[in-house]
């Protein structure tokens, strides 16, 4: 079974902090995603990226940026956490696939609170 | 950009009664839909999804979508819950297929509870 490993369940950070949240997959896994999940809003991409060094902005990607070195490894950094950035992340990975034909696998998920 | 619609945020269902999810996509072009669970402190799982051909599609633990290209609809059944089906239900849509294009928009998720 694929596993994606987030690398913390809870966390709480200050206003201004830089925040780094952590995601390995060990499936080799081409792709790799990071979400924000909020209550009634479901789960929006903020970024992605099908390749070592490579990364494409989602649909909500200000205050966010990321960093892929390793292709198990996808980091999401809030360069300076604010409080609207409090919310539920998930990682997800996939095989590449024509048209993500493939199915994402998801981690459990980090509660990340800014105080 | 495509856009999928939960209208029911909120299901409360008796246990063993059946129950459909409804789900609706904005497409003119083909699509891939998907349907995922998320337990109560979990990440999501795959419950089914539809690539081409047989538009009845059977998943896990008993569920199935039926994908209705003339009404873009992809609604999700299943004959008789159980308390173990629990959670929320995301519908998912992909961008058209595209060389290189991965990712999937979701909807804003149904929150299924099982009446015992």
């Known amino acids: 079974d694929v596993k994606v490993t987030q690398s913390s369940r809870y966390l709480v950070k200050r206003t201004g902090e830089k925040v780094f949240l952590e995601c390995v997959q060990d499936m080799d896994h081409e792709n790799m995603f990071w979400y924000r999940q909020d209550p009634g809003l479901g789960l929006r991409l903020i970024y992605f990226s099908y390749d070592v060094k490579m990364k494409e902005k989602g649909d909500i990607p200000e205050g966010y940026s990321v960093s892929r070195e390793k292709k198990e490894r996808f980091s999401l950094i809030l360069e300076s956490a604010s409080t609207n950035q409090t919310s539920m992340y998930l990682c997800?990975?996939?095989?590449?696939?024509?048209?993500?034909?493939?199915?994402?696998?998801f981690g459990d998920g980090t509660r990340l609170s800014i105080l | 950009a495509q856009s999928v619609t939960q209208l029911d945020s909120q299901v409360p269902v008796f246990e063993e009664a059946p129950v459909e999810l409804r789900c609706n996509y904005s497409?003119?072009?083909?699509?891939?839909l998907f349907w995922y669970v998320q337990y109560p402190n979990q990440g999501l799982q795959l419950l089914l999804k539809?690539?081409?051909?047989?538009?009845l599609v059977k998943g896990i633990n008993g569920f199935e979508a039926e994908f209705n290209k003339s009404q873009t609809s992809f609604h999700l059944r299943k004959p008789s819950v159980h308390i173990s089906d629990t959670a929320e239900y995301f519908c998912?849509?992909?961008?058209?297929?595209?060389?290189?294009?991965?990712?999937?928009?979701f909807g804003t998720g149904t929150r299924l509870t099982i009446i015992p």
């Open positions: 539809y690539l081409s051909g047989s538009t």
């Open positions: 997800a990975s996939s095989l590449y696939g024509q048209g993500s034909n493939q199915p994402q696998h």
């Open positions: 497409s003119s072009v083909s699509v891939y």
């Open positions: 998912a849509v992909s961008d058209p297929p595209n060389f290189g294009n991965e990712k999937l928009t």
